[in-house]
């Protein structure tokens, strides 16, 4: 039926008869020619229908927006003055000799070219809203990028292995979503958080590079880089250390890059600590291009009078930070505020500011309600640490050294793209030395940082009876732009090893077998040193694309309440289907 996409149709077939299937985009009656923009997913191209051909001309004036069409027609050059250097087929029109309505449309309920549509009559008519051309180079983009992952990763001796989608419910840090099984009533699957312990297994199988672009599934709350379904790159070699498994990976994302974008990452890729993430950003994934960065006043304000900064300052688990804003001594009252009330939603309970007006004069040039609480001693640190000139702003945050961590960090981020700071660019960043351990307050007990079956670091085993909070993982996250697109670690390979983490973590005997026995049993037959990592495919494409969402580079996404309002899922099912799964719903009273 077609001999050409309409996006291909240039200069080089200038003379030639092509037929072309897609879309009518755009029509325009010019008072006795018609034209219509045909597009496909390569583009579109301007087809011409005159009167000398009646039926043809007879049939254009049916086409509204969104009909299917096939054009046969002779490709010529537009006359001078009406070309489009914009599009690739802008040189050229299509005279169209035949014109067929494959299907006719009804009045799509928006525009395919209209901005600022709604995202829920974007999801509800994916169908139409997958037809513009940004969500078409969207997709394209995603299957380029996993095809470059693909060549890439097979290169490099990489096997392809598939791993279980109906699976067995193991703590892995999010709720499983779980699947009744009808032949074993009372029991349930659980789909796949992560293939985590099956990859471990392929390595102690002996399938020593393993790859797979595969669906996860967690049952969490959702934001603009979360689904409750999202895919991942997922790679687990053996016998390699953490820095030559970072090195593969990092040669990976470089060449991913360079083809598909033609930019050139930086080579080696910049390597941070978690405790110097922290100390500087507050994030474990720091945006680099934003240059801000934190002043540690912790210890400058264990001796003030000032209880707002001394008791957190004097606080096993207290900080006091500040972030220093160069220039924004021109910050009004009004977004002082409002900077305010957005590190609320982060759990701090104030911000405090300094504007310095004039520094030299000491406490005189500075303009605060806190400044007559501090000693002189404070304020010179403050100065000499920050290296505030003139006209600058400090925000204080002090707290518990998450809440203040998380707020200035979400600050610091949301002022640099605010205010300009915003460097352009890519800015890959590793961060390593993750802590093996995070304290769970609700439960009382200590969490895995990334999964129970992280490797701590050489004689860091040493720690778990004694401390926890300072053994480390051989654990590392590649971070892009202030998202974390990779995380991964060396695993444990020695069943004693896992078995004191798992005393760690209040995991009794009992439990650890009830939950993971199979991967304990096959640890003891021979398993080697392995280690691994899992890309957001999902996340490195919308960076790719300059998206503001995950939704907007995955085919038929969830809204953040995890509908699909496409399909109307999730729906009721009819009570036969409950029976045959042995389930009854609780029937709840009106009140």
């Not at 999010?174 to 392929?202: I, M």
């Not at 474990?284 to 801000?292: E, H, S, T």
């Not at 000032?306 to 008791?311: D, H, L, P, R, W």
Request: proline letters at 6%; aromatic letters at 8%; one cysteine or more.
């Amino acid at each position: 039926m077609r001999t050409h996409y309409c996006g291909q149709v240039n200069a080089s077939l200038l003379g030639h008869t092509v037929s072309l299937c897609g879309w009518a985009h755009r029509r325009r009656d010019h008072g006795g020619v018609i034209f219509i923009d045909l597009r496909d997913r390569e583009g579109l191209v301007q087809v011409v229908c005159d009167p000398d051909r009646p039926q043809t001309f007879a049939g254009a004036e049916k086409v509204r927006n969104e009909y299917c069409l096939r054009v046969v027609g002779a490709v010529r050059r537009r006359p001078e003055g009406t070309q489009n250097p914009d599009l690739a087929t802008g040189e050229v029109e299509v005279l169209a000799h035949d014109l067929e309505i494959l299907n006719p449309s009804v009045t799509p309920p928006f525009q395919l070219d209209e901005e600022n549509l709604s995202e829920n009559v974007r999801l509800t008519h994916r169908v139409l809203d997958l037809r513009r051309p940004q969500m078409q180079k969207n997709l394209m983009l995603r299957y380029r990028v996993a095809m470059a992952v693909r060549r890439f990763l097979d290169a490099q001796g990489f096997i392809d292995i598939e791993t279980p989608m109906l699976t067995k419910s193991t703590p892995e840090g999010a709720r499983d979503y779980l699947v009744p099984s009808r032949v074993n009533p009372g029991q349930f699957f659980a789909l796949p958080q992560s293939p985590q312990l099956f990859k471990q297994l392929l390595m102690i199988a002996g399938f020593d590079r393993y790859y797979q672009i595969t669906k996860c599934f967690r049952d969490e709350d959702l934001r603009a880089d979360r689904q409750p379904e999202f895919t991942q790159i997922d790679v687990e070699t053996a016998f390699l250390g953490e820095e030559q498994i970072r090195a593969i990976m990092e040669t990976m994302i470089r060449k991913v890059f360079k083809e598909i974008l033609d930019v050139d990452l930086p080579d080696p890729f910049p390597v941070m600590t978690y405790a110097d993430a922290m100390l500087r950003y507050g994030s474990d994934k720091p945006d680099l291009r934003v240059p801000l960065v934190f002043t540690e006043l912790t210890d400058v304000m264990k001796t003030v009078e000032f209880k707002v900064f001394s008791a957190p300052a004097n606080s096993a688990d207290g900080r006091v930070a500040g972030l220093l804003v160069p220039g924004g001594g021109v910050m009004t009252r009004g977004e002082i505020d409002a900077c305010g009330e957005f590190v609320g939603i982060y759990g701090a309970k104030g911000l405090a500011y300094i504007k310095f007006n004039e520094a030299e004069k000491g406490r005189a040039g500075l303009q605060s309600p806190i400044v007559k609480n501090l000693s002189e001693a404070a304020l010179g640190a403050i100065l000499e640490r920050s290296g505030a000139k003139n006209g600058d702003l400090m925000f204080f945050g002090a707290g518990k050294a998450k809440v203040v961590n998380d707020s200035l960090g979400a600050l610091r981020a949301k002022i640099g793209h605010e205010r300009g700071f915003v460097r352009a660019g890519w800015q890959p960043l590793w961060v390593v030395d993750f802590p093996m351990f995070e304290r769970d307050e609700e439960e009382g007990r200590w969490a895995a940082m990334h999964h129970p079956f992280t490797s701590p670091k050489d004689g860091h085993e040493q720690f778990f009876a004694s401390d926890p909070s300072k053994a480390l993982a051989k654990a590392y996250d590649m971070v892009m732009n202030g998202w974390e697109i990779g995380g991964g670690s060396v695993r444990i390979h020695r069943e004693q090893v896992q078995s004191a983490v798992f005393r760690a973590l209040a995991i009794g005997p009992e439990e650890a077998r009830q939950k993971f026995g199979f991967l304990l049993d096959a640890l003891k037959y021979g398993a080697p040193p392995h280690g691994g990592i899992a890309f957001g495919l999902d996340r490195i494409v919308t960076l790719m694309a300059g998206a503001e969402s995950i939704r907007d580079v995955i085919a038929f996404p969830k809204t953040q309440r995890a509908q699909c309002l496409l399909t109307q899922a999730p729906s009721p099912v009819d009570e036969k289907q409950l029976r045959e799964l042995h389930i009854r719903l609780r029937q709840v009273e009106k009140s």
